[in-house]
């Protein structure tokens, strides 16, 4: 069970590719006094690259391959450096104020990386004539510049899959237009079914960031904002056509594509114990304790320090993030009914009274508000992991356990 705190925040950047290597510089096109290029000596194509094993690349990446076959330039430009050694990276991770940089490497150390890593990656070679060619590589050359290349990254509106889109609209002539509508929300996907699809055989991650997201993440989306998912963007790229172009003939913008690096097939295994698992687990193991503390007629005061201090902990770092982070949709999230900063701040008084088996008016407000959250669970406009539920049900029963002591001494 790898979920920590650092997990929970660095899911904001699992769009991204780490390459901690040296920027390379030199591979960037040169000022050479060589002759000019043919429009059939460049090729500009788009990279998009299967997901890795660690949290941070399981949406897989997105990056624009330049070749100038006449200079002998294979280039690839990428959007998604960052660095874990930028000072406070946690923390401006979770107050949404993390940098990224466009950075360039030669295709060869980018293939590298991910054969290395069992990645496979795809090549979409794009139908550009000679001055949306020169217009894109302009626009990537003045990213490039030590002024520009710095952005504020943004995990669903602005991250390396979105930034090599808007280039590539940018520099075409004409529409381009999609095959789908890209503006009309009636999708039936929202950005939390996404990240669904990407966490499969990953449950602990799919934990953590559905503890994170809040009720924003599950209202339905237009067809461009789900491409802030590399493979959606390449789905979608597939199918778009130019239109309305000077020489009034439309035609693909994808002219061909290629599986480029293939790595052996690898087979997704579900995480042992799930979250599921494991909620239940201390769930079967609080309704037994606590079965035993009534005939006992026992407190369990420990047991309920325990759980209370994790729900406040965990309360806190949702607080955090629903109240000062950046991030979209990680506010308004319904979970602080159930995970809050007052179990922490409340834990001594609680405790005390516990303990001495009085009335406690923070146990009855407690129950009180567990009792809505799980009545109404279906009809609260969030979708919650369902581990969730017998973790509620654990605080539950005991709060409910203390009252009915409370209730008995008397």
Same mark, same amino acid.
């Given at each position: 069970?790898?979920?920590?705190?650092?997990?929970?925040?660095?899911?904001? #950047?699992?769009? %991204?590719?780490?390459?901690?290597?040296?920027?390379?510089?030199?591979?960037?096109?040169?000022?050479?006094?060589?002759?000019?290029?043919?429009?059939?000596?460049?090729?500009?194509?788009?990279?998009?690259?299967?997901?890795?094993?660690?949290?941070?690349?399981?949406?897989?990446?997105?990056?624009?391959?330049?070749?100038?076959?006449?200079?002998?330039?294979?280039?690839?430009?990428?959007? %998604?450096?960052?660095?874990? /050694?930028?000072?406070?990276?946690?923390? +401006?991770?979770?107050?949404?104020?993390?940098?990224?940089?466009?950075?360039?490497?030669?295709?060869?150390?980018?293939?590298?990386?991910?054969?290395?890593?069992?990645?496979?990656?795809?090549?979409?070679?794009?139908?550009?004539?000679?001055?949306?060619?020169?217009?894109?590589?302009?626009?990537?050359?003045?990213?490039?510049?030590?002024?520009?290349?710095?952005?504020?990254?943004?995990?669903?509106?602005?991250?390396?899959?979105?930034? *090599?889109?808007?280039?590539?609209?940018?520099?075409?002539?004409? @529409?381009?237009?999609?095959?789908?509508?890209?503006?009309?929300?009636?999708?039936?996907?929202?950005? +939390?079914?996404?990240?669904?699809?990407?966490?499969?055989?990953?449950?602990?991650?799919?934990? %953590?960031?559905?503890?994170?997201?809040?009720?924003?993440?599950?209202?339905?989306? @237009?067809? +461009?904002?789900?491409?802030? =998912?590399?493979?959606?963007?390449?789905?979608?790229?597939?199918?778009?056509?130019?239109?309305?172009? *000077?020489?009034?003939?439309?035609? *693909?913008? !994808?002219?061909?594509?290629?599986?480029?690096?293939?790595?052996?097939?690898?087979?997704?295994?579900?995480?042992?114990?799930?979250?599921?698992?494991?909620?239940?687990?201390?769930?079967?193991?609080?309704?037994?304790?606590?079965?035993? %503390?009534?005939?006992?007629?026992?407190?369990?005061?420990?047991?309920?320090?325990?759980?209370?201090? =994790?729900?406040?902990?965990?309360? #806190?770092?949702?607080?955090?993030?629903?109240?000062?982070?950046?991030?979209?949709?990680?506010?308004? /999230?319904?979970?602080?009914?159930?995970?809050?900063?007052?179990?922490?701040?409340?834990?001594?008084?609680?405790?005390?009274?516990?303990?001495?088996?009085?009335?406690?008016?923070?146990?009855?407000?407690?129950?009180? !508000?567990?009792?809505?959250?799980?009545?109404?669970?279906?009809?609260?406009?969030?979708?919650?992991?369902?581990?969730?539920?017998?973790?509620?049900?654990?605080?539950?029963?005991?709060?409910?356990?203390?009252?009915?002591?409370?209730?008995?001494?008397?």
């Amino acid at each position: 069970m790898k979920l920590t705190f650092l997990s929970l925040t660095l899911f904001f #950047c699992t769009l %991204g590719s780490i390459f901690p290597q040296a920027i390379q510089a030199q591979t960037m096109v040169q000022k050479q006094a060589v002759p000019p290029a043919t429009e059939d000596s460049i090729r500009f194509s788009l990279l998009t690259c299967g997901a890795g094993e660690e949290i941070y690349s399981l949406f897989g990446h997105t990056a624009i391959r330049y070749e100038n076959f006449t200079r002998g330039i294979d280039a690839v430009f990428n959007y %998604g450096i960052f660095s874990f /050694n930028t000072p406070n990276f946690i923390l +401006r991770f979770t107050l949404g104020e993390t940098d990224y940089q466009l950075g360039v490497t030669s295709y060869k150390q980018f293939a590298y990386e991910y054969t290395w890593t069992g990645r496979d990656v795809w090549q979409q070679t794009l139908n550009l004539n000679a001055e949306e060619k020169k217009k894109l590589l302009a626009l990537l050359e003045e990213n490039y510049l030590p002024q520009n290349r710095i952005y504020r990254y943004n995990f669903f509106y602005d991250n390396c899959a979105t930034r *090599p889109r808007d280039q590539i609209e940018r520099a075409v002539q004409g @529409t381009l237009e999609y095959a789908d509508d890209m503006t009309s929300f009636q999708t039936g996907i929202s950005f +939390r079914d996404i990240v669904h699809q990407y966490t499969i055989g990953h449950s602990w991650a799919r934990f %953590g960031i559905d503890l994170c997201l809040g009720s924003q993440a599950d209202k339905d989306i @237009t067809r +461009r904002q789900m491409m802030f =998912a590399p493979f959606y963007l390449k789905d979608f790229l597939a199918k778009a056509q130019l239109k309305n172009i *000077p020489q009034g003939m439309e035609r *693909p913008l !994808v002219s061909s594509e290629d599986h480029i690096i293939q790595s052996p097939q690898q087979t997704s295994t579900e995480e042992a114990p799930s979250p599921l698992q494991t909620a239940f687990l201390l769930f079967t193991i609080v309704t037994i304790a606590t079965a035993y %503390g009534i005939y006992r007629r026992k407190s369990l005061w420990l047991l309920d320090l325990l759980l209370f201090l =994790a729900a406040g902990v965990a309360g #806190c770092i949702l607080a955090f993030l629903a109240s000062f982070s950046q991030h979209p949709a990680v506010s308004p /999230n319904y979970l602080l009914f159930l995970f809050h900063p007052l179990h922490l701040l409340c834990l001594p008084w609680m405790i005390k009274r516990v303990r001495k088996k009085e009335k406690s008016i923070y146990m009855w407000a407690n129950i009180t !508000v567990l009792t809505f959250f799980i009545l109404l669970w279906g009809i609260i406009p969030q979708e919650f992991n369902l581990a969730v539920l017998p973790l509620a049900l654990s605080l539950w029963i005991r709060s409910a356990s203390n009252l009915y002591l409370t209730y008995i001494r008397k």
